[in-house]
């Protein structure tokens, strides 16, 4: 006889949580049943305190699985203790399909509770639970305060039938991680869940009041959460950052769906090594905000339908930050804005606004607007539509930036009855802008706008004008062979036989500074009436025959 042993056998079998307690509905009676004896052990009228029992059971006889078994299981808090059920440390809560949470009446609804809580947990999972907020007075479908480590929230749906308050102005939340001083909050995973209706959607973060807190390797990804707000509120869909004191450390969230949240549809701030990629948002922003070092917002699609949606950063507060990517973004309806308000600190080095494709109806299609010289900001190889007509319009709009570069761009404006800004530069020093194709139209249509400071080197572009502000022009400003606003040309003009002069056209958009002429014979030639259109070659002696001179022209 032939033993044959399955690889990895001892791996398969040690990641099998096995059922501690089953938790199931007859009637109006909930009974918590040992999922290892099978003995009934408690029944009550009452779900919460059956889910507790069985949690606390399992907590005590060192972790396991509780089992919710298919059906409604109504919360009630008649006495205001302000939860539901208690998390604890190593179990899993687990539900069937088709299992409905339904929190329900309250003795106080101007007070906060939640339908989950947990106080510094480790080793929790819940997982396919659907949770509806019916009554007022419930705050969150999740909530998880002070801290928490190895914590997975799966395939969770919470709905609000109240909408976005708990009570009074006090919004309501789907899912909220509070780390306190000291606290920690690692090793968290939310995914593939659904949150509707809510005032906030996800939250993670730390306590106004920590001076310290560890808040680290959190993946929030494949969830829906839709608001519903058909006016902006001041709320997030995901949201996830400290209160400045200290940087969260790899965050990630990706391939998440967020609908209809007038302020930040996702928001990262305060963090170190952040990722936002190939989510979906629709009436939403993604941003990062305050400090970010090493993040990227990546492969997005943005779509505006009601109200304004963009890819940005908003900079505001303490922003200490370095190496920022905003790539491969598809933005319909909307823009990439960087904008300040209130600042307390800045500093800000390398910025990469590389390949998205934006058409915007909004008065920027990219929005660079920097503090404070903003160091080493590229911005190469993206599709910019701007068709708004509301007034000035931008294509690329950058400011308060040095050694920044502007390549490989693709701008249109369609703005005929306003002026429109292709690429407007303000403010900034060592700016070299080169192989962009810019074209459109606008009264007037301004190719290159440029105000304050200078050192700007504009080369080989596509470029239909120029347009420095009249009272604060950049200077100096260095063009070069750029098509369809010639700033140097070279040709050849022939004086003929008998004549001491000839006038030449010289085809660039304004009058030449420096004219050189080298003659094709022994013939001395200088130039006279340089104009806007044309200059003549004129000799002291009429050649006997067609003297042809080479010249060059440059503004």
Same mark, same amino acid.
């Given at each position: 006889?032939?033993s044959?042993?399955?690889?990895?056998?001892?791996?398969?079998?040690?990641?099998i949580?096995?059922?501690?307690?089953?938790?199931y509905?007859?009637?109006?009676?909930?009974?918590?049943?040992n999922?290892?004896?099978?003995a009934?052990?408690?029944?009550?009228?009452?779900?919460?305190s059956?889910?507790?029992?069985a949690?606390?059971k399992?907590?005590?006889s060192?972790?396991?699985?509780v089992?919710? /078994? /298919?059906?409604?299981?109504?919360?009630?808090?008649?006495?205001?203790?302000?939860v539901?059920v208690?998390?604890?440390?190593?179990?899993?809560?687990?539900?069937?399909?088709?299992?409905e949470?339904?929190?329900?009446?309250?003795?106080?609804?101007? &007070?906060?509770?939640s339908?989950?809580?947990g106080?510094?947990?480790?080793?929790v999972s819940?997982?396919?639970?659907?949770?509806?907020?019916?009554?007022? %007075?419930?705050?969150?479908?999740?909530?998880?305060?002070?801290?928490?480590?190895?914590? /997975?929230?799966?395939?969770?749906?919470?709905?609000?039938?109240?909408?976005?308050?708990?009570?009074?102005?006090?919004f309501?939340?789907?899912?909220?991680?509070?780390?306190?001083?000291?606290?920690?909050c690692?090793?968290?995973t939310?995914?593939?869940s659904?949150?509707?209706?809510?005032?906030? %959607?996800?939250?993670?973060?730390?306590?106004?009041?920590?001076?310290k807190a560890?808040?680290r #390797?959190?993946?929030? +990804?494949?969830?829906?959460?839709?608001?519903?707000?058909?006016v902006?509120?001041? &709320?997030s869909?995901i949201?996830?950052?400290?209160?400045?004191?200290?940087?969260? #450390?790899?965050?990630?969230?990706?391939?998440?769906?967020?609908?209809?949240v007038?302020?930040?549809?996702?928001?990262?701030?305060?963090?170190?090594?952040?990722?936002?990629?190939?989510?979906?948002?629709?009436?939403?922003?993604?941003?990062?905000?305050?400090s970010?070092?090493?993040?990227?917002?990546?492969n997005?699609?943005?779509i505006?339908k009601?109200y304004?949606?963009?890819?940005g950063?908003f900079? =505001? +507060?303490?922003?200490?930050?370095?190496?920022?990517?905003?790539?491969?973004?598809?933005?319909?309806?909307?823009s990439?804005?960087?904008?300040?308000?209130?600042?307390t600190e800045?500093?800000? #080095?390398?910025?990469?606004?590389?390949?998205?494709?934006? =058409?915007?109806?909004?008065?920027?299609?990219?929005?660079?607007?920097l503090k404070?010289?903003?160091?080493?900001?590229?911005?190469?190889n993206?599709i910019?539509?701007?068709?708004?007509k509301n007034?000035t319009?931008?294509?690329?709009?950058?400011?308060?930036?040095?050694? %920044?570069?502007i390549?490989?761009?693709?701008?249109?404006? #369609?703005?005929?009855?306003n002026?429109?800004?292709?690429?407007?530069i303000?403010?900034?020093?060592?700016?070299?802008?080169?192989?962009?194709?810019?074209?459109?139209?606008?009264?007037?249509?301004?190719?290159?706008?440029?105000?304050?400071?200078?050192?700007?080197?504009i080369?080989?572009n596509?470029?239909?004008?120029?347009?420095?502000?009249?009272?604060?022009?950049?200077s100096?400003?260095?063009?070069?062979?750029?098509?369809?606003?010639?700033?140097?040309?070279?040709?050849?003009?022939?004086?003929?036989? %008998?004549?001491?002069?000839?006038?030449?056209?010289?085809?660039?958009?304004?009058?030449?500074? &420096?004219?050189?002429?080298?003659?094709y014979?022994?013939?001395?030639?200088?130039?006279?009436?340089i104009?806007?259109?044309?200059?003549?070659?004129? &000799?002291?002696?009429?050649?006997?025959?067609?003297?042809?001179?080479?010249?060059?022209?440059?503004?």
């Amino acid at each position: 006889m032939v033993s044959i042993e399955l690889p990895h056998k001892r791996h398969i079998l040690r990641r099998i949580t096995p059922t501690t307690y089953i938790v199931y509905r007859d009637n109006n009676k909930y009974y918590a049943i040992n999922g290892i004896t099978n003995a009934t052990e408690y029944s009550s009228e009452d779900a919460t305190s059956v889910i507790q029992y069985a949690v606390d059971k399992t907590h005590n006889s060192g972790g396991g699985r509780v089992l919710i /078994k /298919k059906g409604t299981y109504v919360f009630h808090d008649l006495t205001n203790k302000n939860v539901g059920v208690v998390l604890r440390p190593g179990v899993e809560i687990v539900g069937e399909k088709g299992v409905e949470i339904i929190a329900s009446d309250v003795a106080d609804p101007a &007070t906060y509770r939640s339908v989950f809580f947990g106080d510094n947990i480790n080793d929790v999972s819940i997982r396919n639970l659907k949770i509806r907020i019916k009554q007022s %007075g419930w705050y969150a479908g999740v909530y998880i305060w002070y801290g928490l480590e190895r914590v /997975k929230i799966e395939d969770v749906e919470i709905e609000s039938d109240i909408g976005w308050y708990a009570y009074g102005q006090s919004f309501t939340v789907g899912i909220r991680v509070v780390a306190g001083d000291g606290g920690r909050c690692t090793e968290l995973t939310i995914r593939r869940s659904k949150i509707l209706n809510t005032g906030y %959607g996800i939250s993670i973060g730390t306590a106004v009041e920590a001076l310290k807190a560890d808040m680290r #390797d959190i993946f929030v +990804e494949n969830n829906y959460v839709d608001l519903y707000q058909t006016v902006p509120l001041a &709320t997030s869909g995901i949201i996830i950052g400290t209160n400045g004191n200290t940087l969260a #450390d790899n965050i990630t969230v990706r391939n998440n769906t967020v609908k209809r949240v007038g302020d930040s549809g996702i928001e990262v701030a305060y963090a170190n090594n952040a990722v936002i990629e190939s989510n979906t948002v629709e009436d939403a922003t993604i941003i990062f905000s305050r400090s970010v070092n090493n993040g990227v917002i990546r492969n997005n699609t943005v779509i505006t339908k009601n109200y304004r949606s963009s890819v940005g950063y908003f900079l =505001v +507060e303490k922003v200490l930050s370095r190496n920022i990517a905003i790539l491969n973004n598809l933005i319909l309806n909307g823009s990439i804005a960087i904008w300040p308000s209130n600042i307390t600190e800045y500093s800000f #080095d390398g910025l990469l606004i590389g390949s998205n494709v934006i =058409v915007s109806n909004d008065i920027f299609g990219i929005q660079a607007q920097l503090k404070e010289w903003t160091k080493n900001v590229t911005i190469a190889n993206n599709i910019v539509i701007n068709k708004y007509k509301n007034g000035t319009s931008y294509g690329i709009f950058l400011t308060s930036s040095e050694y %920044g570069v502007i390549t490989n761009n693709i701008v249109y404006v #369609d703005n005929p009855n306003n002026e429109a800004r292709a690429l407007a530069i303000n403010a900034c020093r060592n700016i070299f802008i080169t192989n962009n194709y810019i074209y459109g139209t606008g009264s007037p249509l301004c190719g290159y706008y440029g105000a304050y400071w200078g050192h700007h080197y504009i080369m080989e572009n596509v470029l239909p004008s120029i347009c420095p502000d009249p009272n604060n022009p950049p200077s100096p400003v260095i063009l070069k062979r750029n098509i369809g606003y010639t700033t140097e040309k070279i040709g050849v003009a022939t004086i003929p036989a %008998g004549s001491t002069r000839v006038t030449v056209s010289h085809g660039l958009y304004r009058t030449p500074s &420096t004219v050189l002429l080298t003659p094709y014979g022994n013939i001395k030639v200088w130039v006279e009436n340089i104009t806007p259109t044309s200059f003549d070659i004129v &000799t002291d002696t009429a050649p006997t025959s067609n003297t042809k001179v080479a010249w060059y022209a440059e503004v």
